[in-house]
């Protein structure tokens, strides 16, 4: 049978155009099916309060640097949504004394908008190296902050970027889900050429590194929504994103549901796809069933339900 026509965007792959009965089955998950869905290489944890949510996040940053040390550095890689978590590091960090200098420790920025070509400027208002630098960065202590060398943000020539992944462990990446269900920047492909019939096999898609991306109609409006108060024109259509390649590097994939990135049927979607193991890269999130390492972390009440509710 011939794949469905997207109903976002039907010069793209994404979500709906799955089978309609991965769909309804998502849809039907209670948040206790979603716990029970845990299986080796795949854990589901859930927070009751956003406090405990947010703080078990930024402890996972700490808990990595730990690990540091001058002859085996070690890192982590972070998203910009959600960025609650980023001051609490700062302030955990300040508070242990913990000297990310003398450990070596290293910090990935998961991805940055493209304009023109080129990496946006941290002068840009949705720059994600700024808002790393002032929510967490620049909060940490002169004598503890990590060199500069050690914070590495994408650029649109990723050569320096995908090379600053050698040599350094990354215990874990972090990521939130977007509404296209990505991590990072990895969006769905465009429906032409090879891809006109059939997404990209999932080894395929498994292939790309770090590199500037189209982004998905969907991915732009939701960046408008969380981050611009609705205004479309703010956001880039491209961005360089980290790829498949630089996340298999990670011990760990850890993603946090927190209810604000993605729909009540978007976490069941792709917690039901990775615990079944059904890879498919029109639904990216769903291609780390192939991940050995990987946890999804929810805030309880941002589960929400897929029952239908008029407004």
Known sequence: MPRTISKIAP??????????????????????????????????VFYDTLEDFY????????????QSTPDNPVGICGPIGPTEQLPLVARIVNA????????DAH????????????????????????????????????????????????????????RSWEGVRCAVMQGGQGEVKHWAFNDPLRREGAYKDNPPAPEEYLQLSTRVVDLH????IQNARTSGGGKLDLVPTQAVSVGPVQTWKA????????????????????TLMIAKKIPDSAVPMSLLALHPNVQFNFYR???????????
């Not at 309609?20 to 290489?41: V, W």
């Not at 242990?96 to 450990?103: G, I, P, Q």
């Not at 949705?126 to 002169?142: E, T």
């Not at 604000?260 to 976490?267: C, I, M, S, V």
Request: charged share 30%; hydrophobic share 40%.
């Open 11 to 44: 010069e793209w792959w994404d979500y709906t155009t799955l089978d309609k009965e991965i769909l309804d089955d998502a849809a039907r998950l209670t948040p206790e099916d979603m716990l029970g869905l845990s299986r080796e290489g795949f854990k589901v």
């Open 55 to 66: 703080l078990a996040e930024a402890l996972e940053y700490v808990q990595a640097w730990r």
């Open 96 to 103: 242990l004394d913990l000297s990310l200098k003398d450990k």
């Open 107 to 162: 910090f990935w920025g998961m991805d940055e908008w493209v304009l023109d070509g080129r990496e946006v400027s941290e002068d840009h208002p949705l720059s994600f190296a700024l808002a790393d630098r002032s929510l967490c960065f620049n909060r940490i202590r002169p004598d503890l902050a990590m060199p500069e060398s050690n914070l590495h943000f994408p650029k649109a020539e990723p050569t320096a970027y995908v």
């Open 217 to 220: 109609p969907l991915t732009i």
């Open 251 to 270: 011990e760990k994939v850890s993603i946090w549901h927190a209810g604000n990135h993605d729909n009540p049927f978007g976490q069941r979607l792709t």
């Open 301 to 311: 009440p941002g589960i929400g339900t897929c029952e239908v509710e008029m407004h």
